[in-house]
């Protein structure tokens, strides 16, 4: 783990983001992908215009986000493409169109599994005289959204093409189950889905109905899809990796570019603990397990964390004194992201030199 | 649950607050403990400077908080009274000294469990020229921070007592791990921890140290403390209340004050689930189990939470509508509410008629 060299000058907890880090990663994704065009990253882990912005520096013109603040990040962030692949209803559905209306400059695109709402875009587009690209959720496995391909997908499909405000951008299919650990086992599970997705293009297209874009595949199995040359592909977390994909996937050879900074507040040599100040404010407490990993601090394991609190067991090595800092990796980066208004941002000589606002933790930016 | 006449111009998900019901909840403390002068609640539930002034508006003028964001509303919503219940370390400590030198018709006072902290602290106000508040953390048993009672404490405490730029606030007493669900056993817990405290006053009073305030009981316990006078009480989460207080204290008769309206995104017939748009990112992971509980859904079990979905099994009278509204009552709602940037006002009608922003959910507000 990098060291910050001014971080005299930070409060704690600060989120840090390391930013050649961060550019080595998009290089991965992108060495991966095979060509920057290949990519609908998800923007949903870091939340800010300024990563945006970079991997559209680097060629990244498609991104996918999850909800209306993140569509309008990046719309403010000059993204051309924008798939917001969350089915919209309610009040949602009618500031999805406001959105269109507001940044015309864009190409803006959503989802959905059911006739119900495409219905509702259907009557909304209209109204407003736009078009709006929907692409069918197909459910490949996960079972958490999604229709399963059939009869009833076909028809909505058939639906999207044909609603006069409507246009059918393609399919969407999500593995976020595909999580094994062995690279094979997961190619394997990953080579099934893909099987599910193509068989169910290949009757869309049978029919007559154009399927312009097929997005698969998160971080631990966008490798897998990356030889199917009509997929793009829509990593997310590994732009800023975490220790848990690190941990989960050891084939990801992406780098940690994102890390928590923390204090020493309190150490108990009775008890043989200390205390940083890092409490489920501050880092995510899902999944189950430990929520950070300390590297420096291996042999120390959590006692109890509160809302701005964290204490461990005394390392081997002796108890750290008052106020040393602890950088801490945490297990799960997209919602920690979410719990910060802003990161600093970290050179490669480890100089912290600016900062970027988490723009989209905020629920509406401007809809 | 009350029901929100004009949801349909509510974003989904959306954090609700119930005005009359914050209103009841503050009487209800305030009855508890006796008088409003008792009271130094902690805003780390709500960390809304409107809530805080409806507290003030009833005779409450003294608060607790845990960052320097919430001291900082504080001051802004005119509190008089700030005592920052943390350890602040490094730059942290440096913001301190600038808060009171940017706010000084504000008391603030922190606290320490070290002697290396009470020393930073006064050579910082020493050289601001500002005499700083400091309370001993003292430990009664639950092993977070805090210093045992004896002579390193009483040390400590004459420090503070002593030190030019310092000024020794009293004692600070959390017993967060008293919750016991049996009243009478909470209440035995609380009394031995009271003698911990109360001894260890009588010591330091009887060595002629003044001991301004005493500071004890979080939300379970501040009623067991409510017969000892010489106490100020600190309870938070019942300003608000949440499913795991109201579950596991059957004896606090609080209301639920705040809910999260999600709606449904999507239903699988076949799967017999359906998704709410509420994923962790809209409802704190911590602690484990069930992350909130949906009035008239009681037979559904909680399948999947990711990010923004939230899966449950259907319940018996058969699978919701797509964009159904659903009320979410959160298991735990201080980090809860930490994940909004606004709530929405609800009136005793069921109107939605403003929204509270929540402030100090950022880390910095102007230091």
Redesign the interface.
Known sequence: MKKVRNS??????ALLFFEDAIRANIDMAIKIAGSPGRLRPHV?THKTAELAAMAMARGILKFKC???AEAEMLARAQAPDILLS???????AE?LIELVLKYPHAKFSTLT??L??AH?LNTLAEKAKVKLGVFL?L?VGQ????I?PGPDAEALYAYLSAAPGLSAGGLHCYD?HNHQRDLRERQAAAAACYVIAADFRTTLLSSGLPVPEVVMGGTPTFPCYASRQELTLSPGTCFLHDYSYASSFPDLRFEYAAAILA??????S??G?F?I?LG??GI???P?GARGFLPGYEDSVP???????W?FTAPKKGLP???E?IYVIPTHI??TV????RAHIVDKDGVCFTEWRIAC????IGI
Chains 1, 2 share one sequence.
């Open positions: 005299v000058r930070l409060p704690s907890p949903k999850a909800t209306i969350y089915t919209l209803v309610g009040r949602n500031r599994d059911n119900e709402v509702v959720d459910d079972h958490r959204t999604g399963a976020g204090r020493v507040v309190s150490r108990n009775v008890m603990t205390t100040d489920y404010k995510s407490a899902d189950k006692v109890l964390q509160n809302e701005e609190h204490v004194s008052i106020g800092e997209c919602p979410a719990l910060y208004e933790r905020d629920r509406s």
